[in-house]
């Protein structure tokens, strides 16, 4: 329930043992493979070591290859799967299989070949029946579109806009040219489409006529044949390839069956790219390579074990404080505590030297939801979903933990609806007054939002002050540990004894003459602490922001925890608001249904805003007080899966 302890490890190796020192670092799956810092320089300046060029690109590339064939076998091809369906399982060497890999592959690349000619036939498809269309004005036109007329006689076919006067165009044009002669062929909402016949030598006088009333030519010039033949053709070429295409997606349902190959492949890939990645961070040079990394404290036996199967050197040290920024940070947390990494990972890991957050954070976290939300219905709805989902999807550890996080708060959810008798809200009193107007029925409970308000709110204080001082608690150990006492005795000592004061005037607790006592000497310590690093002046200015900053700081902090006692009471009423509306019909059915309805609607609403707030309480108020982030995430060499679930084997 800590930060792991990490160790640092320098190794040398020979070349030629590299790619199985890597897949052994695989199998063990607990070096994380640094950056080298700096690469040797010899004493002419050339590097003495260098990067090697891995096969990251070609693996990328097959990654992809295999991840677009999944895509397409989704669209044609789609396997029915449960919406929980867990994860087959596989053991590491078939993982590993090259032979399979290379299978699996060849059928990728066949699935994306028929994708491919699926998209060159859906290209063509769209260009026939732009084609098709373009010709659909032209049908009335029945003379073969390479005849552009006789010895004599010129054929002109064209467009005008939609807006001209064709009767008043055709006048103009048969009046310039008394051997012209204007066929309108069709309309449509932007052109006209007409055919010209006209002797050539007047010709140029007609077009000159027609383009000033924006008459341009078809462009049909390149087609023989009639416009008929030609969309009879089109129809025909549109037919044939449709059929090419029903044929290359019948042929990639056919490999429907396959996707699951498909997709262990893609996890065998990955694997290929860790290594491949990790090999880009080791530096080389003539017969040996250099590997610099870190290494959990817990697993060491485990790697020195896979290493002494090798001839290398290698050296295992503690970091130094100054490489504590660059130390990967795992937690180790129980059962109870580690779905509490949703939180701290959306937020930010805590530093190698901090303290790791979810131990201390994890029973206020559960128990604020609980207190917000507070309802025994809500909160049984949440530990069977979320048992339902862990039991059947089997999730790994980023949805394992939000679900036993919603499992826990599930379960404080229903204590604290069972203390509160709230059971979506007043519904069952609602529904026994609805069968007998006569009942007085009332939910059991210690006590209830709409009558206890004030206690509530003083609960929610005194639970948030609880928090606040757990925080200072942590932090004046942490101090301690690092040898910072004196912090740790003006920084929050002091407010405690002040504070300590403060509790015994206002409870009245000892006597009178004793209340003094930790106030003055809480005070004597506040100006003593406050103004000791500082001079002149600016001691003055110290102890001012000091005291204000301290005094605001403590109430601002535990006044927001009011909100346990708003997010309670807003929940509790938004649900007797809809008990109370499907009660006004008096008929049980239609109750019911108006109240599910409306529980329904208040239940995603508590749950995003209960866990938003909740999620506040923790970053603003209780981690400013110790909490030192800006922890980098552990990322070893290891098996990572998306498809299936891997068998760890002895090698």
Known sequence: MSIVKMKRIRLIALAQDRDALLSSLLHVGCVEISEPEEIPQGSDGNPLLHRDAAGVAQAKAQLTALQHALEVLRKYAPQKKGMFAPRGTI?????????????????????????????????????????QLALQPWSAYDLPLEDQGTKNVSILLGT????????????????????????????????QYMEVLVHRSQEQTALEVLRSYGFSFSQLKELTGTVAENIRRLDQELSQAEQQ??????????????????????????????????????LSGGAIFCLDGW?????????????????????????????????????????????????????????????????????????FFGIMMADMAYGLLMIFGALFVLKKAKPREGTRNFMELVFWCGVSTTIIGAMTGGFLGDFIPQIIKIVNPESTFTMPALFTPLDDTVAIMMGSLVLGAIQVFTGMAVSVVNKIRSGDFIDALFDEITWWIILAGVALAIFGIGTVAAVPVPLTVGGLMLVFGGTRKAKGFGKVASLVGLVYNGVTGFFSD?????????????????????????????????????????????????????????????????????YKEGGKPYKPLAIQTKYVDVIKEEQ
Not at 318 to 336: A, R
């Open 558 to 626: 535990i006044l927001s925890y009011v909100r346990l006692m708003a997010l309670m009471l807003s929940g509790s009423v938004i649900a007797s608001v809809f008990n109370t509306l499907g009660a006004t019909f008096g008929n049980v059915i239609l109750f019911v249904i108006v109240a599910l309805i409306g529980n329904a609607l208040n239940l995603a609403l508590n749950l995003l805003g209960c866990y938003v707030h909740d999620l506040r309480l923790q970053c603003l108020e209780f981690f400013n007080r110790f």
């Open 295 to 367: 290494a959990p404290v817990p697993e060491v036996p485990a790697l020195e074990k896979a290493l002494k199967a090798f001839d290398c050197a290698y050296e295992l040290t503690d970091p130094t404080p100054e490489e504590y920024p660059k130390v990967p940070v795992k937690l180790k947390n129980s059962v109870f505590s580690r779905c509490l990494n949703v939180v701290t990972e959306m937020y930010s890991l805590p530093a190698y030297d901090g303290t790791d957050p979810n131990p201390l954070m994890a029973p206020f976290f559960i128990l």
């Open 91 to 131: 053991g590491e060497k078939e993982l590993l299989d090259e032979k399979a890999m290379a299978a699996a592959l060849s059928k990728a690349e066949a699935i994306n070949e028929h994708a491919k000619v699926i998209g060159q036939l859906n290209t063509r498809q769209a260009r026939l029946h732009t084609e």
């Open 245 to 282: 295409r029903q044929q290359e997606q019948d042929a990639i349902r056919a490999l429907g069956a396959d996707s699951g190959e498909v997709e262990v492949c893609v996890d065998r890939v990955q694997q290929v790219l860790s290594r491949e990645d990790a090999k880009e961070r080791l």
């Open 160 to 191: 005008v806009p939609n807006a001209v006067d064709f009767d008043a165009m055709a006048g103009a044009v048969m009046e310039s040219a008394d051997t012209a002669w204007l066929k309108l062929l069709s309309t449509d909402r932007e052109q």
